[in-house]
């Protein structure tokens, strides 16, 4: 059975330029998804949200492999992040963000495929997030992105530089900021964790 690698198959939407903003429309894919609310680095929702999630994303990937149904890599922690009203968006105000915590999954994944993982992962660990994970789909289309490397602290000025492009391209700003996190900051120094940092545009 083939190990199926995504970040490999999307790579114009998984591995940028870190050189230059590009543009690029993404396409409708599967996620699972965590709603959520508050400051990623101290607030508990955002950690207990993380361990459901994560859960049951390898939960899902050995129980297909396990069936012989597919094989494949699991895919990068992915965040879409907003204010209400997001001419007052502030990268520091952290505590009033909203979010949305999100893996690609493969289309062959199904909702019964996602209820039985569900299920198995909570009878393993204790998952308080767990009732809140959703499979759904997610729509971007025309967006601005580039690969940023360094802190995630002082990603200021390529969200700035990123904005910048999308009105100097005639453009508008357009739903949330979503970021794709494809270093583990545990093993990772600051200054090289990569980020995907994209923001939709009409």
């Given at each position: 059975m083939e190990k199926l690698d995504f970040k490999k198959e999307l790579k114009h939407l998984y591995n940028p330029s870190k050189k230059e903003i590009v543009t690029v429309d993404v396409p409708e894919m599967n996620f699972l998804m965590i709603d959520g609310k508050g400051d990623p680095n101290t607030a508990k929702e955002y950690q207990d949200a993380m361990e459901a999630l994560y859960s049951v994303a390898y939960t899902l990937k050995f129980m297909l492999k396990g069936e012989g149904k597919a094989d494949f890599?699991?895919?990068?922690?992915?965040?879409?992040?907003?204010?209400?009203?997001?001419?007052?968006?502030?990268?520091?105000?952290?505590?009033?963000?909203?979010?949305?915590?999100?893996?690609?999954?493969?289309?062959?994944?199904?909702?019964?495929?996602?209820?039985?993982?569900?299920?198995?992962?909570?009878?393993?660990?204790?998952?308080?997030s767990l009732p809140k994970i959703r499979l759904g789909k997610y729509e971007e289309g025309l967006s601005a992105q580039i690969m940023y490397i360094g802190p995630f602290a002082d990603e200021g000025p390529t969200i700035e530089s990123i904005h910048k492009y999308i009105e100097e391209s005639g453009h508008k700003l357009r739903g949330k900021h979503h970021e794709i996190y494809l270093s583990d900051p545990r093993r990772t120094k600051p200054e090289r964790l990569k980020t995907v940092i994209r923001q939709p545009m009409e």
């Open positions: 890599v699991v895919m990068p922690l992915e965040g879409l992040w907003w204010v209400p009203n997001m001419e007052f968006f502030d990268a520091e105000d952290k505590d009033s963000w909203f979010w949305t915590a999100m893996m690609m999954q493969p289309d062959l994944v199904t909702k019964k495929d996602f209820e039985r993982a569900a299920k198995q992962a909570g009878q393993k660990r204790d998952l308080p």
